[in-house]
């Protein structure tokens, strides 16, 4: 797909239409220069339409729903050859299941999304590390801003817990940040709770351009996480806010596996990008899961390793396992709370976790109509 690389902004400059291969640098840096911004994922170095058709976190998400919420019409090659537009007119129930369930269906040669004008505002970023003796107080005021998810879309939450022994040569330490969309003045009242929490680090970034902004954040196309070719697995789970015994049970775990120094890199992602947005879109347009709307928290432990070993694959696994379990068992009053983010999941959840139910059996009569062989299933597949 990567020779598909056109990016066309139409002459009424709200619809941009993108190619089926473009990466989300080439398409931010072009807007950018023509003063527009589209909701897309936070690293440089994934496609637009990838994270899109599995939903599409973003730290626009906020002001605009997930990126799918953003899909204005599609161009999709089907399992029989046939090439079809789609869009709220054009096959409308494909359309339908494209966003949120559409890798499933065919290839998106181009699609067209909304663009917005670019705010006057910059952003600010204020990076915070704690170590492991303030685990709770962070998590008390991680709770507090977040709020269910329900905060001005101007302030996006994320960051990691991970080993950076600078701050501790024994345990993992949070290092999180607060991006938000306006003055470091303007953020204070947000920053002043996580300082309560007790904070070792505080550095603060100001007037962040946004096309400087997934480079600060360190999600650039050079940066670490866009790194290729690593032992991988991620064990995710979404959750309406953190439970701290559970937080805690978890960093437990993650401490001890990251202890042996092959996983020493891995990183265990905190991510709440606000959810004020993605509500207010109609639940019912998209094949989008109710619970990835409802439950804010996107928390997935990532475990990288060096070595090709199956033990240390096994030994990765059983503690993402342990781990997802640890964070799902703290949340058990929610009958939301097993699901799975389908763009993080590993491929051991039930389709129930990551479609959601009543989404799912829409989307398997679909497939039987737009692929009944069965061609497309190269990720987490229907059949
Ligand atoms: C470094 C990194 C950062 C991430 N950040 C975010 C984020 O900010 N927000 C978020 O929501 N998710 C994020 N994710 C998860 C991401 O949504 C998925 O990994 C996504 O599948 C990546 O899409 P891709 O096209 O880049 O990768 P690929 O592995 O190439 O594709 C992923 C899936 O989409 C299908 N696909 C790709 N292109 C097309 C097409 N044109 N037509 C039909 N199917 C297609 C592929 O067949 C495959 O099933 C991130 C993942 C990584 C590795």
Redesign the pocket.
């Given at each position: 797909?990567r020779k598909m690389q056109q990016i066309e902004l139409e002459s009424n400059g709200t619809v941009v239409q993108v190619g089926?291969?473009v990466l989300q640098r080439l398409l931010t840096q072009t807007l950018y220069e023509k003063g527009k911004q589209a909701v897309t994922?936070?690293?440089e170095?994934?496609?637009i339409?990838?994270?899109l058709?599995?939903?599409?976190?973003?730290v626009l998400q906020g002001f605009y729903g997930y990126a799918a919420d953003n899909l204005v019409s599609a161009r999709v090659v089907l399992a029989n050859g046939e090439a079809v537009a789609t869009s709220a007119t054009e096959h409308p129930d494909l359309f339908w299941a494209l966003r949120g369930a559409?890798?499933n269906f065919?290839?998106?040669?181009s699609f067209r999304i909304k663009t917005y004008d670019l705010p006057r505002a910059t952003w600010t970023i204020v990076s915070m590390v704690y170590t492991q003796d303030r685990l709770e107080d962070f998590i008390d005021a991680l709770n507090d801003v977040d709020n269910e998810g329900d905060h001005v879309p101007e302030l996006v939450l994320a960051g990691a817990i991970t080993r950076i022994a600078a701050f501790d040569t024994v345990h993992p330490i949070v290092a999180y940040q607060l991006s938000y969309l306006g003055t470091a003045d303007e953020v204070e009242p947000y920053t002043a709770r996580f300082r309560q929490a007790g904070p070792i680090s505080v550095t603060t970034a100001e007037n962040v351009a946004y096309n400087d902004y997934y480079i600060a954040t360190s999600n650039g196309y050079n940066q670490t996480?866009?790194q290729k070719d690593k032992n991988i697995s991620g064990y995710a789970i979404s959750l309406p806010r953190y439970n701290k015994t559970a937080v805690r049970t978890t960093f437990n775990y993650f401490s001890d596996l990251t202890l042996d120094a092959r996983y020493i890199t891995s990183v265990w992602l905190l991510e709440s990008y606000g959810s004020r947005g993605v509500r207010t879109q109609d639940y019912g347009a998209t094949a989008i899961p109710p619970a990835e709307r409802n439950l804010p928290v996107l928390t997935v432990p990532i475990t990288w390793w060096a070595g090709d070993s199956a033990e240390a694959r096994e030994k990765a696994e059983k503690y993402g396992k342990l781990m997802r379990a640890s964070l799902a068992a703290g949340e058990h009053e929610t009958t939301e709370s097993s699901h799975v983010y389908l763009?993080?999941a590993m491929g051991g959840e039930s389709l129930e976790q990551v479609y959601g139910v009543k989404p799912l059996s829409k989307l398997r009569a679909l497939k039987h109509r737009y692929d009944p062989t069965n061609k497309f299933r190269?990720?987490m597949p229907l059949e």
């Open positions: 797909m089926g291969g994922g936070l690293c170095c994934t496609s339409i990838g994270p058709l599995g939903g599409g976190h973003s559409g890798h065919g290839i998106v040669t996480t866009c763009n993080y190269f990720y």
